[in-house]
């Protein structure tokens, strides 16, 4: 067990330096235009697919986030993983 729970982003941080988030994103891309069908693959297409996906990301974490309590206990977003579920329809995703 870890005395610290950022211990962990602490390393993963010092490892991954200043180009992990721009490496994450590229990989990102890079797997949405895998998965599109191939007609259909074009920067436009993988660029609305991105920005859809994030922005319901961004909106069920913070929505998660409070429903958790991590706001409330002054914890911020930054201590925890992304939410695996659907706490404001009460429901996991894959439902």
């Known amino acids: 067990m870890v005395d610290d729970p950022n211990a962990v982003a602490r390393m993963?941080?010092?490892?991954?330096?200043?180009?992990g988030a721009d490496q994450a994103a590229r990989s990102l891309v890079t797997t949405f235009w895998r998965m599109l069908p191939?007609?259909?693959r074009t920067p436009e297409r993988v660029e609305a697919e991105v920005r859809?996906?994030?922005e319901r990301?961004?909106?069920e974490y913070q929505e998660d986030s409070c429903a958790f309590g991590f706001e409330a206990e002054g914890?911020?977003?930054a201590t925890w993983a992304t939410p695996a579920t659907e706490v404001s329809q009460g429901r996991p995703r894959w439902n």
């Open 12 to 19: 993963m941080r010092e490892h991954m330096g200043p180009f």
């Open 38 to 40: 191939e007609g259909e």
């Open 52 to 54: 859809r996906l994030l």
């Open 57 to 59: 990301t961004l909106t």
């Open 75 to 77: 914890a911020g977003l």
